[in-house]
């Protein structure tokens, strides 16, 4: 390991700092992630299903964004 990997890891653990702030503080906000339009949810008496491909999807698109802009300035 160098010291590359020890920034790596402290800016992942701010990253996750970051998301749990905001999650605690608008949680009431973000009712909407995981009932987008796509989302396949299937409810019966003893069965619950539930798969978030859309949520899922722009999740990848976000994290694929920030990653990128991460490459490009460092």
């Not at 990253?15 to 009712?31: A, M, R, T």
Request: glycine residues 10%; aromatic residues 12%; positive net charge.
């Amino acid at each position: 390991m160098n010291s590359d990997t020890g920034k790596i890891i402290i800016l992942i653990g701010l990253g996750v700092v970051v998301v749990g702030v905001l999650i605690y503080f608008f949680h009431d906000k973000l009712h909407w992630i995981g009932r987008l339009p796509g989302d396949i949810r299937v409810e019966k008496e003893n069965v619950r299903f539930y798969f978030p491909i859309t949520t899922m999807i722009l999740v990848s698109l976000i994290v694929s964004g920030i990653l990128a802009l991460i490459r490009k300035f460092f």
